[in-house]
């Protein structure tokens, strides 16, 4: 018997970073819609014996914000979202954003100097060119090259907690009227009604949905479940990410508690490069960030280099994908960025060091896909590893897509495309 209606007018798929923004705007946006988001919380534990094989990108306390970022798209993203931080603080009463300041260092002559220059110039971007004496001036802890280059973003750049801020994001969707499921969609067909056509969403718990209109926002676990046609494949990479963590106590947290993120790409100093891969002209590149306090009470600080320098292959099956997530060993390169920390900031002590995992999903436009499946599916992902900062842009343009079309001057819906493969290119 066919069913003749629908419960919901937007289903948002993954409560990770896209799906919480995509989940407020629409509820702001449309208060007469009804909306859920589905998506399962952070588990307790990650572990290869128990059945969870869907995780996020998002299991964290920092992520690097800043407006100077790799291309214009992702400034202009990281623009927008930024300024509304404050507002969404405001609003959430959670606070998710720490304005230390971003440094971006790197070896004279390198594309990612003059990619910097001509983005603080064309953005007109509130950054300051810092000598090497200054830099030294102002953060005397910091072990960075002094003959590099360095620009210093000190406002509207820093870190977020996207833990937080995923919360900020549903609670404000919740206070609007968002249902906010936390299960798994397993299939998500479209089926005919009596009045037309909708979407029909089946959990892992059993429970069916039906929705005038989905948006999925499942990151790199988008092809695990039967979410897509059967032979829609999207062109994405999945990059293993290898980070370290070291521990430091409160007191040494406390002295150096002014410094910045820091992104650097270039020559280093002695050694820094030993164990890390490099690009054989001898450069290669990290962010780390400052002090933070993580839930279990300690201070960490967390260096991971660059993704296209972690010298492992891309994920190619759903096995593989779960193993990434929930093996806890270090791995050679995370015991390396670990020594590297001590390096960069030497009065520090480590107390501890910890070993963490996470996966980017980079597409080949290097530009997150926005994109409707067909007239009642939308599909938003490919974060290409910058896209915390810029999710709440990211999940706007999502809603406006959904709704009928990205309305912007300088973008276009085709710049966000989806790209495929063929199925049996992965065994995803
Ligand atoms: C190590 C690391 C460091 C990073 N550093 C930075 C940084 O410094 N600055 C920055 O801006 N960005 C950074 N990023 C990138 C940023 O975290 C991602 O771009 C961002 O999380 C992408 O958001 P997303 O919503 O697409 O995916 P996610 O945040 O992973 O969210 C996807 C969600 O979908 C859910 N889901 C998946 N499948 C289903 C399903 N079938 N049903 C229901 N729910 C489902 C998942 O559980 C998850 O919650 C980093 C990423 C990594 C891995």
């Not at 606070?95 to 953005?123: A, H, P, W």
């Not at 870190?159 to 919740?174: F, V």
């Not at 906010?180 to 056509?197: E, L, P, W, Y």
């Amino acid at each position: 018997m066919a069913a003749s209606s629908y419960q919901y007018d937007l289903c948002i798929v993954g409560a990770g970073l896209f799906g919480s923004a995509a989940a407020r705007h629409a509820s702001t946006l449309h208060p007469e819609w009804k909306i859920c988001i589905i998506g399962p919380e952070e588990p307790k534990e990650r572990s290869i014996v128990h059945d969870r094989d869907i995780f996020g990108a998002h299991y964290d306390e920092g992520r690097i914000a800043r407006c100077v970022d790799r291309s214009p798209v992702y400034t202009k993203f990281s623009q927008e979202s930024i300024k509304r931080f404050a507002e969404l603080e405001q609003a959430s009463g959670i606070e998710f954003f720490t304005e230390v300041g971003n440094l971006l260092v790197g070896s004279r002559g390198t594309d990612f100097i003059k990619e910097i220059s001509s983005t603080i110039e064309r953005d007109n971007i509130q950054c300051d060119q810092l000598s090497g004496n200054a830099m030294k001036k102002k953060f005397p802890f910091l072990n960075l090259p002094e003959e590099d280059i360095v620009f210093f973003e000190e406002t509207n750049a820093g870190y977020i907690s996207p833990r937080k801020m995923i919360d900020a994001q549903l609670s404000i969707a919740s206070r609007n009227g968002c249902d906010i499921i936390r299960d798994i969609v397993k299939t998500v067909n479209r089926i005919v009604i009596t009045t037309g056509h909708v979407v029909e969403l089946v959990t892992d718990r059993r429970t069916t949905y039906m929705a005038r209109r989905v948006l999925l926002a499942t990151g790199a676990f988008t092809t695990l479940r039967q979410l897509l046609g059967p032979n829609m494949q999207p062109d994405v990479r999945l990059m293993p990410i290898s980070v370290a963590k070291v521990e430091i106590s409160a007191e040494d947290a406390g002295r150096i508690r002014s410094m910045p993120t820091v992104i650097y790409f270039g020559k280093g100093n002695k050694g820094w490069w030993d164990d890390i891969p490099s690009d054989g002209r001898g450069r290669s590149g990290f962010y780390m960030l400052p002090p933070i306090r993580y839930p279990d009470g300690k201070y960490y600080l967390k260096l991971g280099n660059f993704p296209e320098f972690q010298g492992v292959d891309d994920i190619q099956t759903a096995a593989d994908l779960k193993a990434w997530y929930c093996l806890k060993d270090e791995t050679v390169l995370s015991r390396a960025l670990g020594r590297l920390i001590q390096t960069l900031i030497p009065g520090v002590k480590m107390k501890s060091f910890k070993p963490d995992r996470c996966v980017i999903v980079e597409t080949p436009t290097l530009r997150p896909y926005l994109d409707m499946l067909h007239s009642q599916l939308g599909l938003v992902t490919g974060g290409n590893g910058w896209a915390a900062k810029s999710s709440d842009e990211i999940g706007r343009l999502a809603v406006g897509m959904i709704m009928g079309g990205i309305e912007d001057e300088e973008l276009t819906a085709d710049m966000f495309t989806t790209r495929y493969k063929m199925r049996s290119q992965s065994k995803l």
